[in-house]
Each structure stands twice: as C-alpha cells, then as structure tokens.
C-alpha cells in the first residue's frame, strides 16, 4: 500500500547513460534525499564501496531474501540479480523521507506498480553511439557482459514512454541542473 508521506524518485536509464554520475551530484545537492542501496551479486566495481554503491552477497544470500520477501522488487540483469529493499524505503517514505533509487526500467515500472505516486525519471543518453562509447570506454566488463549490455539498453530505450520525466544527459551540468530543478518542483508540489 502506497501511504508515504515522503516522496519516491525513480531514476533509470540504460546502463552506460551516465546516471550513477549524475545521482551522485543530486545527492550532494540534497543532502536529506535518502538513496536506497541496493543488493546485487555482481562483483564490486574497484571504485565502489560495500553498503554504499551496493550490498554486495552472494547468490545464496539474494534467494535467501527473495524467500523471505525482503525486496520490493528485483531483478535479474545479465547474469547477476539486483534488489531493493523493501523495508528500508516503506520505513523512511513512512517517515515524511524523499527517497530516491536508481534501478532499472523494468523495476522501476514494477515499483511503480506498488507505489503508484512515485515519480519515475528517464535519463537520455545523447543518443546510441555515444552510449555505446560510453559502454567501451567504461573497461569494467568483459566482452559479452559488453555485449548483453548493449542489447539491454535497446530494450531499456524502447520502454521510455511509460515513465513522467525525461532528463537529456547531453552535458553533465545541464543535465544535474535539470534533474535538480524537477526534484525542487516535486518537492514545492508536495508541502
Ligand atoms: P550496474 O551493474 O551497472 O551497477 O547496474 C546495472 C543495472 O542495474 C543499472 O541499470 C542499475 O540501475 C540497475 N539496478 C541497480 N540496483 C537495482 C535494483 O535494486 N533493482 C533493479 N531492478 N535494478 C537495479
């Protein structure tokens, strides 16, 4: 049931349009805007931090919480499975909290589902190219997570009408303003 007195951002994009970039700048910028760490058993990234960019467990530990209805949604991408947890984001919503999570479009239409209020974000990456650059330039995947990637994010791109906002990341800064104004107005429309 959707009883939130905090509001819930949704942010998505296809993987490699610069979103984890730009949630980070957001957050700096709203320092009471709480993001919901995800669990994920896929392996942690050299730059990223257990219990900050994830909760990082193993496979056993994911169907362990999926039996126990811990996630609001989950999904399996690529061959790894990603969660949100539920109690974290119904505790702080319940709270007066803004949330924000940064998942997929498939979760984030499945959240949707739950949490009818909640006001979904497309980014746009510059267009197809660029995002496959970005992709190859990231290095942190291997050829067919590359691969699976790309044909991912052609699905992610096609299911871009079903959300409320769209965000064009041509440049970073514009983009960051742009997102940071559409939080404030949420956030106006909502005292
Ligand atoms: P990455 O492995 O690049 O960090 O993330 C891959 C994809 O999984 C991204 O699109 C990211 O937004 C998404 N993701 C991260 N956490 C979650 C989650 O809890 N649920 C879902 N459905 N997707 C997630």
């Keep these: 049931m ?3 007195k905090g509001i819930l951002f949704i942010v998505s994009a296809p993987s490699g349009a610069g979103k984890t970039t730009l949630v980070k700048r957001i957050l700096k910028e709203f320092p009471d805007i709480v993001f919901s760490v995800s669990a994920t058993t896929r392996k942690k990234r050299l730059d ?5 960019d994830y909760f990082f467990i193993t496979e056993e530990d994911f169907r362990r919480n999926i039996k126990k209805n811990e996630f609001a949604e ?9 969660g949100t947890f539920k109690k974290y984001l119904d505790e702080n919503l ?21 949490y009818p209020a909640a006001v979904l974000i497309f980014i746009m990456p510059p267009n197809f190219e660029e995002l496959k650059q970005r992709l ?6 291997d050829e067919i997570d590359y691969q699976k990637r790309i044909k991912r994010a052609e699905l992610e791109l096609s299911q871009k009408d079903k959300f409320d906002y769209f965000v064009h990341n041509l440049e970073i800064d ?13 956030m106006k429309e909502k005292e």
């Design 94 to 114: 319940r709270k007066g909290k803004n949330v924000l999570l940064e998942i997929d479009v498939k979760g984030a239409l499945n959240i949707k589902k739950k």
């Design 174 to 186: 514009s983009a960051v303003a742009d997102l940071k104004s559409l939080i404030e107005k949420k």
């Design 136 to 141: 190859k330039n990231r290095q942190t995947e």
């Design 74 to 82: 989950w999904e399996k991408f690529y061959d790894y499975y990603y």
């Design 2 to 4: 959707d009883n939130s």
């Design 48 to 52: 990223e931090k257990e219990g900050e």
